[in-house]
DNA sequence: GTCTATATTTCGATAGAC
DNA sequence: GTCTATCGAAATATAGAC
């Protein structure tokens, strides 16, 4: 008989749940909340859906796990910003990432487009999207000021630049997302491009 | 007796229809297509849930009439395009009036967002939407392109460039309706900052 | 035209076999 | 750990009263 070996089991047990949740955030992404089906997942992660409630005890636990992640993403995105350097160069290497991540893992930020705009499903879903989201946009808006002073940003409030930012990254997240699907593919944009926004 | 008057009688329909037609386009875009429930529309048309049933065969033909609305809304916009001007204010006001409708009508620029993430749902719906979209593309792409002539724009792909703009409208209205649920109110953008993203 | 009551279906969640 | 079978709640859609 094979010895029991409690590491392997437990290894093999997080792989299953990574599967499962890697799935999941690609059906809940282009399906929605509400249209997705506990079956539609398992299918996606080609295990019976009698075993998706054997490591998530409820397809909103499901939800709330992805947001952490999406969350814990953004707020790893905003160690660009603790770098030293000068402020467009900051904003630019943040702006940078962003948008690799816009290209690698899209059904994030379609996640997190889904959660701004959805009511009701989300309530605690947002809260850890945005705890990571938070504290980013300050700092955010700190290196934003810096620059302003330095005169390579336009004037204005910082946080209004950041929201216009934030806003063009989450749309090309849209469009592009979109094009895949539609046929004619959009083409990558550059950080340059996104700063023209809030430059003078 | 009250003489029937055929006329009256009609006009009255079409506003029963029209008011639960608004009130459907606010929570589908708000709470999503599957999430929403025939109760909720009812709700906020204040009517019994039979009686939308009365005016629409199923939810999904209310999503269709949505739509195709938005399809004729975007279509509509096209015709600031075919004004006498040059490229540069032509695109200008096109955006001015996007911003109009992201401000007046954000619900109609969530839905269409949500038309084009959410797959299943809206097969059709994309069609009707887009087939305005399309016709307006062109149109965008051939001024877009006298602009480049002109030395207005940057060179590249004028599609692209449509595409760009279409993001940032779009990442606006995302993060607009966002930011009116969240408290923190997020200041209007003008075409002119817009137009940045594809000047040279 | 409008409502309430109900039939039908679908889906989240659980129990239990292997 | 994994699957199949099943319960029960919820929601779409319909029928019929007013």
Do not use: C, W
């Not at 955030?25 to 079956?39: E, F, N, Q, R, S």
């Not at 409630?53 to 796990?65: D, G, N, P, R, V």
């Not at 063009?168 to 491009?193: K, P, Y």
């Amino acid at each position: 008989m094979s010895p029991r070996i409690p590491a392997e089991n437990k290894r093999l047990k997080e792989e299953r749940k990574e599967e499962i949740l890697q799935a999941a955030a690609k059906v809940l992404a282009y399906k929605g909340y509400a249209a997705t089906k506990i079956a539609d997942i398992a299918a996606a992660a080609k295990v019976s859906h009698g075993l998706v409630y054997h490591y998530f005890k409820s397809k909103e636990e499901i939800y709330l796990a992805l947001a952490d992640r999406i969350g814990q993403a953004a707020a790893a995105l905003r160690l660009s910003l603790a770098q030293p350097g000068a402020p467009r160069e900051k904003v630019r290497m943040m702006l940078e990432r962003m948008l690799a991540a816009v290209r690698d893992y899209p059904e994030h930020y379609v996640l997190a487009v889904q959660m701004m705009t959805t009511e009701g499903v989300a309530p605690a879903a947002l809260e850890k999207v945005f705890t990571g989201g938070r504290e980013g946009q300050e700092a955010m808006a700190q290196v934003i000021a810096a620059g302003q002073a330095a005169g390579v940003f336009r004037p204005g409030d910082p946080r209004q630049h950041f929201y216009l930012l934030y806003a063009a990254i989450n749309g090309l997240a849209i469009v592009q997302a979109f094009s895949r699907r539609s046929g004619q593919m959009m083409a990558d944009v550059s950080a340059e491009t996104i700063m023209r926004l809030i430059e003078p």
